[in-house]
């Protein structure tokens, strides 16, 4: 039986979890602003790869904290480890090309249809059923974004279809992450992300390189500060309260996205996609708890990487 001081105490977790939530959706959201600035000069290939190299080193840094990474490289799943990383880098690739041309809260926005798309991914790759409750939400959530690019709204281009693309791939990326969790260990899952990701981000970006003046390397500099502090107070928040308690509060992302949107670039997101951007929420929202009551007496997933 909990005891009131116990109680207490884990609520004094959950709150500090979800505060820790916020402070990590407010680093990356300012990690896309200067992205975004970035990419109008750069090639999102060169920016990607420098962003990853800080991502890489700093997740094997952890890992070999643990163990020799060595012992991490032991996958019983190494095919859907190694697709697991492509399918991350894919995402970014992806996000940073859309950030060329899309408004930052509207490509929010349509990014966060990556919930619905997980539970349409679930069923072919995990065998999970999904019932007439989640169709509805998945099929509203789809309705909320065709708001958004409707005519008069953001027109449909390659941006927004960059930004579905971004979408896409990381739900795949949670697909598979989701597989591989029941048979590797969470170490294993980082080292071959990194390994992946810095591998093929370098290929590419350096057939893309162009020299930085000492401005743009700071604004790098803050791209890669705000990449490793994102992530290791996402693992802080995950430490301190399940990942199904925080997801709901990943959300903020869009009314952070707005804002920067409209104070760093000056352009403010219009009444119409503000409601289609409320319909993807609340359609996501209602996955959540769908899923939440179907996992109910049943092991929960592990803690799943917030968006990159």
């Not at 800080?54 to 952890?62: P, S, V």
């Not at 005519?151 to 992450?177: K, R």
């Not at 804002?259 to 403010?268: C, M, N, R, T």
Request: contains cysteine; proline residues 5%; positive net charge.
């Amino acid at each position: 039986m909990t005891t009131p001081v116990s109680a207490a105490s884990s609520r004094d977790m959950v709150g500090q979890a979800i505060g820790l939530t916020l402070t990590t959706i407010i680093t990356f959201g300012v990690q896309d602003a200067v992205s975004k600035i970035l990419v109008a000069s750069y090639s999102p290939f060169q920016i990607t790869m420098m962003r990853y190299w800080a991502f890489a080193l700093f997740a094997l840094w952890l890992v070999s904290r643990q163990a020799p990474i060595r012992h991490a490289l032991r996958s019983k799943a190494t095919g859907w480890q190694v697709l697991r990383g492509l399918l991350l880098m894919a995402d970014i690739w992806f996000f940073a090309l859309a950030l060329q041309t899309m408004p930052l809260g509207e490509m929010q926005a349509i990014t966060l249809v990556y919930p619905l798309l997980v539970t349409l991914f679930a069923v072919p790759i995990l065998g999970e059923k999904v019932g007439v409750f989640r169709i509805a939400a998945v099929l509203a959530g789809f309705a909320g974004a065709m708001i958004i690019v409707r005519p008069g709204g953001v027109p449909l281009s390659w941006g927004v279809l960059f930004t579905l693309a971004s979408a896409a791939f990381y739900a795949l990326y949670i697909v598979v992450t989701r597989k591989v969790s029941q048979i590797d260990s969470t170490a294993t899952s980082m080292v071959y992300a990194s390994i992946v990701g810095l591998v093929l981000s370098s290929v590419v970006g350096f057939s893309f390189w162009q020299p930085m003046g000492w401005n743009d390397l700071a604004l790098v500099g803050v791209v890669m500060v705000t990449t490793c502090a994102g992530h290791g107070v996402m693992m802080l928040a995950l430490s301190k309260a399940p990942a199904s308690v925080l997801q709901p509060f990943n959300y903020f992302s869009l009314p952070w996205a707005i804002a920067l949107s409209y104070f760093v670039f000056g352009h403010l997101i219009d009444p119409m996609s503000m409601v289609g951007a409320a319909v993807v929420v609340a359609a996501g929202l209602v996955v959540m708890a769908r899923e939440r009551m179907k996992r109910v007496g049943v092991a929960a997933d592990p803690p799943l990487p917030g968006k990159e």
